[in-house]
């Protein structure tokens, strides 16, 4: 075991050496070890998880059934109700420190009976029943949360949230990881009276005046669907309502593409950040909502900067469109320089001089002080000398605010503020640390500390009855929330280390040794390249781990994992002395909380996506990762109790990350940023103010590629094509597909639209075999499927034959080694993508309901299917050169055929990919075999 230093989480002090072991003799020191205080002869079962071919963990029936109930009788001896006993799948909470965490709003009950305890993870049930929690059950599992909700940091600001809100349309929230942002925020806002929906009369697109109704929900994004869907099951709980399939009403839902579940009455809906832009495509104004908060907004992914794009527009309007009704705008980070964020939503009057388009990288939050360098820190020094200053100040005022919180829900007006009361109290650590770095002089961040000294504070305000600086003048209030429940210890190696998956491997083990349990592992890898070859390693050596030591419970989380398998992870491992090890990428990173997680270790490096515009093609990358990225993944333990963190580098090597990421815009192709601004009415996407604006290069390159697409016309104006294809819940490129498809020559729609709907699952349709022979046999039973144009035909042929199946998919599924979850899933995109085509009347007739006889596409047809995609992908070509090897036709840059593709090893005339990857070298996936002419053909047309 490598040495370590360690540090507080958050901590500025120079860390210290700490801990020295050495894992050489690991087996040795793993049979003395007995650490843990557990008694391991209570638990004799086999400590091995079967998995399905699909990653899904399989739990064998005794386990299943018998752990489970052996674990309620010890939990609540005689507990019958839903409340205490329901602890099924979709439950996204698990065990917790709390006790509640096993409780749930109640979804999945595999065939049990409702006054029993359903089994925890019956993800292997075929047939899944509805379990309906009652109301009671609902509500005791609201009141056990309730206890702990009240211990969350942001509990000391339920007031000022909700007062500041009242007073200002935006909002900027910057909490610590795990001080309860996600979760309380809705919960603080939705009873609020500007949450209310309303009825107001607007003047329709024909001048005619329109009753409408106006807000009644609040919209909350998530950068990733697994925490969307995980916070939303977690704030129903917290609630006391259900969030099912049933039409049962509710309070809280979610939205995620291909799937949303939004129960009548909903008034907080969890939505991913794409779902939310396909609805500002549909309703401009956001007239269902009252309020939309982003959450985790250091993301920056390109549809969060558009969200905040079109949000400034709407903030700063008149709101006709919304009946003059003001939608309230929340920011909320825990990580994230949220004073480049208040520059760019401040009134523009207010600070004539900035000018939106470079905030990445500019102004620091306070907490975050780790990642500064000492000039930053020494601004930051004299700007909040500056602000406690000012706060002093104010403080009667603050206190006397925060004396009403009570009575904030039946609030009706401004005068039930005590003025005065409070008046001498002093101001608490958490007030006068309340500041933060803010864009000095207005506009831009003091370069110096001199320019920071002579910074004068924007002037409050005076408005009666209202303390002085709660209106902002810009617009914009802010919040700090300090502190988190629970501290996490970051540890350090000594020495840097090549091989970090080794090293991790023995961090586990070791720690694995000497943590107590309860207490779960995360680990964060870059891929799932690396996440298989851990699994491999830590399933060899969890056969080997003595019985005084607790048995490993190694569980995968990847976006390509199938929604059922990821959901596992959220699950309390059942079996007894055992630890759960969840290996996995960036997925977790924000938002999430894994139930159960104690011990957070950080490989200190993701995959990230790169756009080079030479190739004009984008790659995974994998890169050290940023300062928050590492902070954020070191948030992920502490939240249920202490936690430590152990990152696999070096303190040198943390304090050189670079603070943020660049934002996504600044790095990836923007077509689809374009596409959406287009369709959203702006004409000069090259000035419409972001927060950060895309090279002007990598804009012109997006409105060419539009353009060649058919999607804009010579003027750069949003055809037909280019409508329809923006309101597609699919990549642009798809969506052309698609249109292209409709063509009475072509007309291919429906095998279009097989093809995209299994390009469009989150999961591999094709498993990997794990051996040799595994891999021949495959082979084998695949040749029902393979087509010799290549892995596109090969996809139509596997839908249509999965669909043609008749008796048991399943087996057909698991002859053929394909994911039957990402098959469903398909089946699933092709049933909503035909409704689409029919709405838009691209589809005549809805086809016959499956399962229909099976036949095999002609060449001809899959020729004309070929151009079809070309229409789209003409771009991404290449052509075989003298040599063998293939270049391409945009940029003649050298491209193989990647070694999962059907093409792989064969020599065409020409190909055409819709993906590429770049690892040792340009690999094209999902290939097919063309002919030169056709790309000529496809590209003029
Ligand atoms: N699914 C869950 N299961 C168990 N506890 C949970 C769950 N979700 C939230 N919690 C509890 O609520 C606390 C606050 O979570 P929340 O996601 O609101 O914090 P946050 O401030 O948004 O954190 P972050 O910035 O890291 O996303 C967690 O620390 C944890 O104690």
Not at 145 to 160: F, G, M, S, T, V
Not at 504 to 532: A, K, S, W
Request: charged share 25%; net charge positive; with cysteine.
């Amino acid at each position: 075991m490598p040495e370590k230093i360690h540090t507080k989480f958050g901590d500025d002090s120079k860390p210290s050496a700490q801990v020295s072991s050495d894992t050489r003799q690991l087996d040795e020191s793993a049979k003395k070890s007995s650490k843990t205080g557990h008694d391991p002869s209570k638990s004799p079962k086999a400590n091995g998880i079967k998995r399905f071919p699909d990653g899904t963990p399989k739990l064998s029936s005794s386990e299943d059934s018998s752990s489970v109930l052996e674990g309620a009788k010890k939990e609540k001896p005689n507990s019958t109700s839903g409340a205490s006993t329901n602890g099924n799948s979709n439950n996204l909470q698990g065990h917790n420190t709390t006790g509640a965490g096993k409780l749930n709003s109640g979804y999945l009950n595999m065939g049990q009976s409702s006054n029993k305890r359903p089994k925890l993870n019956g993800i292997m049930n075929s047939k899944p029943q509805y379990y309906q929690p009652s109301r009671q059950d609902l509500q005791k599992v609201a009141k056990k949360l309730d206890e702990n909700r009240k211990k969350l940091p942001i509990w000391l600001k339920k007031a000022d949230i909700r007062w500041l809100l009242r007073l200002n349309d935006v909002l900027l929230i910057n909490g610590e990881t795990g001080s309860g942002k996600s979760t309380q925020v809705p919960q603080f806002l939705y009873t609020e009276p500007w949450c209310e929906r309303k009825k107001v009369t607007i003047k329709n697109k024909d001048g005619i005046d329109e009753e409408i109704a106006v807000g009644g929900m609040i919209a909350i994004t998530q950068p990733r669907r697994v925490a969307a869907t995980t916070l939303a099951h977690r704030v129903a709980a917290e609630m006391g309502c259900a969030i099912t399939k049933n039409g049962e009403p509710g309070k809280v839902g979610y939205s995620v593409r291909f799937d949303t579940v939004v129960p009548v009455g909903t008034k907080i809906k969890f939505v991913t950040e794409g779902t939310l832009l396909q609805e500002m495509l549909i309703d401009p104004n956001l007239r269902k909502y009252s309020a939309v908060i982003i959450d985790e907004i250091h993301e920056r992914s390109v549809d969060v900067d558009l969200i905040t794009g079109f949000l400034r527009q709407l903030v700063h309007s008149n709101k006709e469109g919304r009946g003059g009704i003001p939608l309230k705008v929340i920011i909320m980070s825990a990580t994230y320089d949220l004073g480049g964020t208040e520059a760019f939503f401040a009134k523009p009057e207010t600070q004539p001089t900035y000018k939106p388009g470079q905030n990445y990288g500019r102004v620091i939050a306070p907490h975050m002080r780790e990642r500064m360098t000492p000039e930053q820190i020494a601004k930051y020094e004299v700007k909040k000398d500056l602000e406690a200053k000012q706060k002093a100040e104010k403080e009667s005022a603050d206190a006397s605010r925060r004396s009403s919180l009570e009575s904030f829900s039946s609030w009706s007006g401004f005068s039930d503020t005590n003025e005065g009361e409070n008046k001498d109290k002093p101001l608490s650590e958490e007030q006068t640390n309340s500041v933060k770095i803010k864009a000095m002089n207005g506009d831009k961040p003091a370069e110096t500390v001199e320019e920071a000294k002579k910074a004068e504070p924007t002037k409050p305000k005076s408005v009666p009855g209202i303390p002085d600086g709660d209106i902002a003048e810009n617009g914009v209030q802010d919040v700090y929330v300090r502190g988190r429940q629970y501290p996490v210890e970051v540890f350090y190696e000594l020495t840097p280390t090549q091989d970090y998956v080794d090293n991790i491997l023995r961090t586990i083990l070791h720690q694995n040794m000497t943590e107590p349990l309860p207490g779960d592992f995360l680990v964060f890898l870059t891929g799932q390249d690396d996440i298989e070859a851990l699994t491999a390693q830590l399933e060899h050596y969890k056969e080997k781990i003595v019985k005084q030591v607790p048995r490993l419970q190694i569980m995968p989380l990847y976006g390509s994992l199938p929604a059922q398998a990821q959901q596992a992870v959220f699950e309390p491992v059942t079996a007894k002395f055992t630890r759960k090890i969840v290996l996995s990428t960036n997925i977790a990173e924000t938002s999430v909380t894994v139930p159960g997680v104690r011990v957070v270790i950080d490989c200190g490096k993701s995959k990230v996506k790169q756009f080079r515009p030479r190739l004009g093609m984008e790659s995974l990358l994998s890169k050290p990762i940023s300062k928050v990225s590492a902070i954020q993944r070191a948030g992920r333990a502490g939240r249920e109790a202490a936690g430590k963190c152990f990152r696999a580098y070096t303190v040198e090597d943390f304090l050189n990350l670079v603070p943020d990421e660049l934002p996504e815009i600044l790095r990836s192709d923007v077509i689809e940023a374009v596409l959406k601004m287009k369709a959203r009415g702006v004409d000069d996407v090259l000035s419409f103010p972001l927060m950060d604006s895309p090279d002007i290069l990598a804009m012109e390159k997006a409105l060419l590629q539009l353009h060649m697409m058919n999607a804009l016309d010579g003027e750069g104006k949003l055809t037909e094509t280019g409508k329809k294809m923006a309101h597609y819940p699919l990549p642009a490129a798809y969506g052309r597909v698609l249109i292209a498809a409709v063509d009475s020559q072509a007309d291919c729609l429906l095998e279009a639209i097989d093809i995209i709907s299994c390009l469009t699952t989150d999961s591999e349709i094709y498993l990997q075999p794990k051996s040799e022979d595994q891999s021949e046999a495959i082979e084998e039973n695949r040749s029902d499927i393979y087509r010799r144009e290549g892995d596109v035909m090969t996809l139509l042929t596997t839908m249509q034959r999965y669909a043609a199946e008749a008796t048991d998919r399943n087996s057909w599924c698991e002859k053929r080694l394909i994911s039957p979850r990402a098959m469903k899933m398909a089946l699933n995109i092709r049933r909503q993508l035909r409704q689409v085509c029919s709405k838009q009347k691209l589809l005549k007739d809805m086809p016959a309901p499956d399962p229909q006889p099976f036949e095999p596409i002609s060449p001809e047809k899959a020729e004309v299917l070929l151009k079809t995609f070309l229409k789209a992908f003409g771009t991404k070509t290449a052509v075989l050169s003298p040599d063998g090897s293939y270049s391409m036709s945009y940029g003649r840059h050298p491209i193989a055929i990647h070694p999962s593709s059907v093409l792989h090893g064969r020599k065409v005339e020409a190909i055409m990919f819709l993906d590429h990857v770049f690892t040792s070298k340009n690999y094209a996936k999902k290939v097919s075999a063309i002919q030169a002419d056709w790309i000529l053909e496809a590209l003029e047309a």
